[in-house]
């Protein structure tokens, strides 16, 4: 009967140590990120707010990271994005001017479309260099800013270089050689980012 009691109150105080120590909370990573942010036209793209996301390309989808990294663009085009886990990341924005709700999850697979050439005849050639194309919409969801380029394929051509805005407010995303802006994020590592449509 009293190794019961002994074994009952030391499972006791054991468990009981175990259930009063608080959990122990979540820090930030200290990893941080500078950069400039460009138009293509060179100008600063002034107050304009980003955002680290993480591209889920095998599922066309681009869902915020936790904890949110953003930043500010400065006067001379420059940020820094801090709290990151590093990997390969992609980056959405609302420029200056701009308010948008944003989603933690967009879906993108609306921009892998491809829609008839304008220029059946050329092949593997990037369409709209020379004379840039107006805005279009790109299906209900996205738009394509001004100067957007396509690659024609024969038959059929694909977005190549754009800005693209989703919906009437943002937030807006880069697309660079037919796919989604991407750049691996590490520690003190330098971002070059350019919107292709300003």
């Known amino acids: 009967m009293g190794r019961k009691w002994v074994h009952t109150l030391i499972l006791v105080s054991v468990t009981s140590c175990f259930a009063i120590q608080p959990p122990r909370p979540q820090s930030k990573p200290a990893t941080t990120a500078n950069g400039v942010f460009l138009g293509r036209s060179g100008k600063p793209m ?31 085009g420059q940020f820094t994005l801090r709290g990151f886990e590093p990997g390969r990341r992609t980056i959405i924005y609302l420029p200056a001017g701009f308010n948008a709700a944003i989603p933690n999850e967009i879906d993108i697979s609306a921009l892998e479309a491809v829609e008839k050439s304008i220029l059946p005849l050329m092949v593997r050639v990037e369409l709209g260099k020379d004379t840039p194309f107006e805005a279009r919409p790109w299906t209900s969801q996205f738009t394509l800013l001004k100067g957007h380029t396509f690659w024609s394929m024969g038959a059929q051509m694909k977005i190549w270089n754009a800005t693209v805005r989703r919906g009437q407010r943002g937030p807006f995303l880069e697309l660079r050689r037919g796919g989604l802006w991407l750049q691996d994020f590490e520690d003190k590592c330098p971002i070059k980012f350019d919107a292709w449509g300003f």
């Open 46 to 76: 002034v107050g304009a707010r980003l955002i680290l996301c993480e591209a889920r390309e095998d599922l066309a989808r681009i869902r915020i990271l936790a904890d949110v990294p953003t930043a500010a663009v400065d006067q001379q």
